[in-house]
């Protein structure tokens, strides 16, 4: 019974890496892998029907009651994970109709994935100290000096990746996902397999150095080890200090670096255009070009009260509402003299984010042909074209691909840049060379929807390589 239970909590484990990487797998191995993940936590429960029918009896101490609110905790996230993949799911449960709209399903799936990370991590770390038990005593039972060495050489191990653990964990944008301000989830495809497993192997080494030592701490005896931490204190007042001072010092900092993190991500970004798009300069010698963008401003019914937000594709300036896409062609006109249009359509986008990518994802189902507005350009006289926008479902919007499609390219080159939450190109630009003969330059640039109010350095060395 134990080898079962071990051998199914590795798999477990190992489906934990898998599912965060859907961008690593593609959608259908993401929802097999899913689908066994759920078998397996239904088998654990299982092997563990003794611990289950144990619930009710005997006493709860404060470790106990930690216990069973991180178990409850995670039960209902994987149900409500497994629910949520169900019904966004194109390839297993393709043929279950479930009432829950793709957009809420989506927000509901990426919340609960990244809590049920940590609260499976952390439900690791509750149990740690019972699973390497064994081989701690027997590192402390070697002679000396090598138990010792051996044992604070790990400990000093488990700190450096906790600590690394903590930055992979704002890095991914975790608390982004569990308090549901991303929209969709933030894959960097240029960055290596290796890396990615690392920061979420650390994130989850993290979750068990705060658990195994809060279980340690929380264990039968709390309150003699709080009388002990007083009476050091009071024995100790010099070391007491230090410990206090360096106490309040993390916390400081680490309020400090929260409220950072929260202005980057949460608050409105406002702009001024004098200040973001700089005065450089780069000769086109005798191109003649074209900068065509798409974005929400001028394509959207906003509200009057819309708050504008980075992973929003939205800026504020004085009050004025200015799109990423819109404001990286400023910057490109800025710099090679170029032509100027943007794209707009006569079918609107709602003023909120997520029932635009909502509309976005049926306007790509449905085959959806736009209708634009305003007098398009003619292209005969230009040799290079420019295209911004957006990062909609890993591809180009359907405004820009019908655009692209309808306008005559034939002997032009079209230079890419594209904003995104994280997913960088995805299959945009394969995408494009599929519907036109243009030329299609590997030279291309993707700026995160954060990063495009100070992008005019990247944009002009982008440029400057063509």
């Known amino acids: ?8 909590d590795m798999l477990m484990t190992a489906l934990m890496f898998i599912l965060m990487g859907m961008h690593l797998t593609g959608q259908m191995w993401h929802e097999i892998a899913g689908t066994a993940m759920f078998v397996l936590f239904v088998v654990h429960h299982i092997l563990n029907r003794a611990w289950i029918k144990a619930i009710p009896k005997g006493k709860y101490n404060t470790l106990r009651v930690v216990q069973m609110l991180l178990n409850a905790s995670m039960l209902v996230c994987i149900l409500l994970l497994m629910f949520s993949g169900m019904a966004m799911s194109g390839y297993v449960f393709k043929w279950l109709p479930l ?114 030592y809060v279980a340690k701490f929380l264990r039968p005896g709390l309150k003699r080890r709080l009388r002990g931490i007083a009476e050091w204190m009071a024995a100790n007042k010099v070391k007491a200090v230090i410990c206090t001072v360096l106490i309040l010092a993390a916390v400081i900092g680490g309020t400090l670096y929260g409220i950072s993190y929260i202005r980057r991500h949460y608050i409105p970004v406002e702009m001024s255009r004098t200040e973001t798009i700089g005065k450089e300069t780069v000769d086109m010698k005798g191109r003649k070009g074209i900068v065509i963008s798409f974005t929400r401003v001028g394509n959207t019914n906003f509200d009057p009260n819309v708050d504008a937000v980075s992973g929003a594709s939205l800026m504020e300036e004085n009050g004025k509402l200015i799109g990423n896409a819109g404001l990286l062609g400023d910057m490109v006109q800025s710099i090679t003299g170029f032509d100027r249009f943007e794209i707009t359509v006569e079918r609107k986008y709602s003023s909120s984010y997520g029932d635009t990518i909502s509309e976005a994802r049926e306007e790509q189902k449905s085959g959806y042909v736009p209708t634009f507005t305003g007098e398009l350009p003619d292209l005969s006289k230009y040799d290079t074209v420019v295209l911004i926008f957006p990062l909609w479902w890993w591809t180009l919007p359907v405004p820009v691909k019908e655009y692209v499609k309808q306008a005559d390219l034939s002997g032009k080159t079209i230079y890419t840049l594209v904003t995104h939450g994280g997913s960088g190109f995805g299959s945009a630009i394969e995408d494009i060379r599929e519907i036109t003969d243009a030329t299609v330059s590997d030279k291309t640039l993707a700026v995160k929807d954060s990063d495009v109010v100070a992008a005019f350095p990247a944009v002009l060395e982008w440029i400057r390589s063509w």
């Open 99 to 212: 009432p829950l709209s793709t957009v809420t399903a989506r927000k509901i799936h990426l919340i609960t994935s990244h809590l049920a990370y940590l609260l499976m991590s952390l439900h690791i770390g509750i149990h740690f100290g019972m699973m390497i038990g064994r081989i701690g005593r027997r590192v402390l039972a070697m002679k000396k000096p090598w138990g010792g060495i051996i044992a604070w050489t790990s400990r000093v191990l488990a700190l450096a990746a906790a600590v690394y653990g903590l930055l992979a964990l704002f890095g991914r944008k975790f608390f982004s996902y569990i308090f549901g301000k991303m929209a969709f989830a933030s894959y960097d495809y240029h960055e290596s397999v290796l890396s990615f497993f690392l920061d979420y192997a650390a994130i989850m080494c993290l979750c068990i150095f705060i658990a195994h």
């Open 1 to 8: 019974m134990k080898k079962s239970k071990m051998i199914v």
